[in-house]
């Protein structure tokens, strides 16, 4: 399953961004998507994760601020990121926790998206 990103840019703090990623394939089922980033010079760390039975966890650094959710088929992982700050400046990934079921019945390792860059100024 391949996971495309998309809703990333530049924002002024205390603006808002809302991050979406949509799997290739129809999921049936998948421990878990979640959001990731990585700022320069830093580790990736998470940001955020949605359960399939849609059980959300978030990083300290984020709670209150931003919220993960799915839609109904599974298919699309948004992220809802209000308040930001210029610390919430990174490269933003996606991930599908595998094994991934496909409604096919074809099950895939985890998945990582290419990543969308997120700037916020002060």
């Known amino acids: 399953v391949q996971l495309v990103e998309s809703g990333g840019g530049s924002v002024q703090s205390g603006g808002s961004l809302r991050l979406a990623c949509a799997a290739s394939?129809?999921?049936?089922?998948?421990?878990?998507m979640g959001w990731y980033r990585q700022a320069s010079g830093k580790e990736r760390e998470l940001v955020a994760t949605?359960?399939?039975?849609?059980?959300?966890n978030y990083a300290d650094s984020v709670r209150g601020r931003f919220t993960i959710s799915r839609d109904g088929a599974k298919n699309t992982v948004y992220l809802q990121m209000d308040n930001l700050k210029p610390e919430d400046t990174a490269v933003y990934y996606c991930?599908?926790?595998?094994?991934?079921?496909?409604?096919?019945?074809?099950?895939?390792?985890?998945?990582w998206g290419q990543g969308t860059q997120v700037t916020v100024s002060s």
């Open positions: 949605i359960r399939d039975d849609g059980t959300t």
């Open positions: 394939r129809s999921i049936f089922s998948v421990p878990a």
């Open positions: 991930n599908a926790k595998g094994p991934v079921l496909t409604v096919e019945g074809e099950v895939g390792p985890d998945s």
